[in-house]
């Protein structure tokens, strides 16, 4: 199994800009998390879904923020309009039944 | 708010010595403490996890240590080597439905 895959793995952009980052999860597994990683925060829980459902998006920052899970093989994260304070790491992870989560290489995010 | 907090935020131990990385988390309802490596440019992977019904796990030269009544658990590293320096989180979760709450993480470096 190819693991958690990622899309782009780096992306510079500029403020105000429209940015789309992009998961595939292992496949046959049903749970799909975004978090984001920051020097000063750490790990954070963006959002997860179950069976495709969002299950808790609290950890949204802000209205900027939006995720979907059309199907079971795909999500995207997008942030619309990008600020420089978006700038960090991006991880998408999976997971079938238990606690294991695997996750992908990430998305560096930098906004100008 | 961070759920789970963890202590150092960076370590220098020399080859062959003990690592130590402690958490400490409120939330009573934690059953399900694992441990995450991340080496530079990768996701995290899952290392080593405990459940609160026994005090310590070991696998290899890891070891988790848990206090359920101080609502602390910490890793220990035996044997130190340059390949371990990487940096790890700790995270906690109730439920293996649930997402998990991450440390804010520690470097580790090992020196030669």
């Known amino acids: 199994d190819a693991g958690v895959i990622q899309s782009p793995r780096h992306e510079v952009t500029e403020m105000g800009q429209e940015v789309t980052l992009r998961c595939k999860p292992i496949?046959?597994?049903?749970?799909l998390f975004w978090y984001r990683q920051t020097m000063m925060r750490g790990l954070e829980l963006l959002i997860y879904?179950?069976?495709?459902?969002?299950?808790?998006d609290s950890g949204m920052p802000e209205d900027r923020f939006s995720a979907k899970m059309p199907n079971a093989s795909f999500s995207t994260l997008k942030i619309q309009p990008s600020e420089p304070r978006d700038s960090a790491v991006y991880f998408c992870?999976?997971?079938?039944?238990?606690?294991?989560?695997?996750f992908g290489s990430g998305t560096q995010l930098s906004v100008l | 708010q961070q759920q789970v907090k963890q202590s150092p935020q960076s370590l220098i131990v020399q080859k062959g010595g003990i690592s130590i990385i402690n958490c400490a988390y409120e939330n009573t309802a934690f059953d399900y403490f694992p441990w995450y490596q991340q080496f530079p440019g990768k996701g995290p992977a899952l290392l080593i996890a405990?459940?609160?019904?026994?005090s310590e796990k070991k696998e290899g030269r890891f070891t988790i240590s848990f206090n359920k009544s101080a609502k602390q658990f910490s890793l220990h590293i035996m044997d130190s080597q340059p390949g371990d320096s990487a940096t790890y989180f700790c995270?906690?979760?109730?439920?293996?439905?649930?997402?998990?709450?991450f440390g804010k993480g520690t470097s580790l470096l090992v020196t030669p």
């Open positions: 405990i459940r609160p019904d026994v």
């Open positions: 995270a906690a979760s109730s439920n293996s439905g649930y997402a998990l709450n």
């Open positions: 496949s046959g597994h049903n749970s």
């Open positions: 879904f179950n069976n495709n459902v969002p299950i808790d």
């Open positions: 992870a999976s997971r079938l039944l238990g606690e294991k989560l695997f």
